[in-house]
């Protein structure tokens, strides 16, 4: 079973711009979340999306949003970037969410200039 | 506020010493919680949870609730134990420890 899927690995972008990235959860996983990785701030949640539905949100700004697909899949979408917004996106799926384990992707590597 | 405290940024043990990564959380209700690992060059992934309460590569972890503690232990460190481990609680993330298995 292919595991959790990241695209794209790498991105490259300046101040001001907007980024889209993408998650394909594990077949079956209806619960995808999305974190941010920092070397000060650690893992820090962003949101989870259960069934199409935003389920559970994080302490970030609205400049970070996502939403999901019928068949799972999942997009975060920032805006207007900032230098602070450089980190490690990773995204994670679980069957439901709640107490059941998370998944991780590789995670999308997201540099700002 | 939900929240989880991993005091040590690192932990180095000798190889076959008992290692116990200490991790405290915050939260009213009844926790979720999870330990998760990372090994060098591969993906977070869970190591175990504490509804299971099983044994995982000989790591065990007891969730205490009177000291909203859920530490992981195991009683002899391997090398192949070196890597980044992480406690959470549902979606909180611990800043994580990282142990050292010193031959």
């Known amino acids: 079973k292919a595991g959790v899927t990241q695209t794209p690995r790498y991105l490259i972008k300046t101040r001001g711009q907007q980024v889209t990235l993408s998650c394909s959860p594990i077949?079956?996983?209806?619960?995808v979340s999305w974190y941010q990785q920092t070397p000060g701030q650690g893992l820090q949640f962003l949101f989870e999306?259960?069934?199409?539905?935003?389920?559970n949100k994080g302490n970030f700004p609205g400049r970070f949003s996502g939403r999901q697909f019928s068949n799972s899949r999942s997009e975060m979408n920032v805006s207007t970037l900032e230098l602070g917004d450089s980190a490690l996106y990773l995204c994670?799926?679980?069957?439901?969410?709640?107490?059941?384990?998370?998944?991780f992707g590789d995670g999308t590597r997201l540099s700002i200039l | 506020a939900q929240r989880v405290t991993q005091p040590e940024k690192l932990l180095s043990v000798f190889k076959g010493a008992p290692v116990e990564l200490k991790c405290n959380y915050s939260?009213?209700?009844?926790?979720?919680l999870f330990w998760y690992v990372q090994y060098s060059r591969q993906r977070l992934q869970l190591l175990l949870r504490?509804?299971s309460r099983e044994s995982i590569k000989g790591f065990t972890a007891d969730l205490n609730k009177g000291e909203t503690s859920f530490h992981l232990k195991k009683p002899f460190a391997q090398e192949e134990d070196s890597a980044m481990y992480y406690c959470?609680?549902?979606?909180?993330f611990g800043t994580g420890t990282r142990l050292k298995v010193l031959a």
């Open positions: 959470a609680l549902k979606y909180i």
């Open positions: 939260y009213s209700g009844s926790p979720e």
């Open positions: 077949s079956g996983h209806r619960s």
């Open positions: 999306y259960f069934s199409e539905t935003q389920r």
């Open positions: 994670a799926s679980s069957w439901t969410g709640g107490n059941q384990p998370q998944h």
């Open positions: 504490h509804i």
